[in-house]
């Protein structure tokens, strides 16, 4: 009923850019904020970023000036677009969706509904 369907993930060189698309069905997608989560081998699921609502954005320190999160709330889909990607950018990359009024969240337990994940690999 509700799906959240990431694509976009692949191989890439570090240093170099990926767009990371996260498809919703089954909400009242407007009303949720949104956010992308990452997961490496044998380390805990991590916040990567958030957008709100009403577009504002919020990013872990990790990624902040590299990443951009935005939202499409016409084609109900939130983007990932990553650049000077790193080796350590390497994981499994999840998008959610928060029904909470607060902002930003960070924590993953805060967040209703989660895609399948899409998995990024960056080469050295």
């Known amino acids: 009923q509700v799906q959240l369907v990431e694509s976009g993930g692949g191989l890439v060189q570090a240093g170099g850019s990926l767009r990371l698309s996260c498809a919703a069905s089954g909400i009242t997608f407007s009303s949720y904020a949104m956010g992308w989560f990452r997961q490496a081998p044998g380390k805990e699921r991590e916040f990567v970023a958030t957008?709100?609502?009403?577009?504002?954005?919020y990013y872990a320190d990790s990624v902040k000036g590299r990443f951009t999160i935005s939202r499409d709330n016409s084609k109900n889909t939130v983007y990932l677009q990553g650049n000077s990607l790193k080796v350590e950018d390497t994981a499994v990359y999840y998008c959610?969706?928060?029904?909470?009024?607060?902002?930003?969240?960070?924590?993953?337990?805060?967040?209703?509904?989660w895609g399948q994940g899409t998995q990024v690999t960056v080469s050295s």
């Open positions: 959610a969706a928060a029904l909470t009024p607060y902002f930003p969240s960070t924590a993953w337990k805060v967040y209703d509904y």
């Open positions: 957008i709100s609502r009403n577009g504002v954005t």
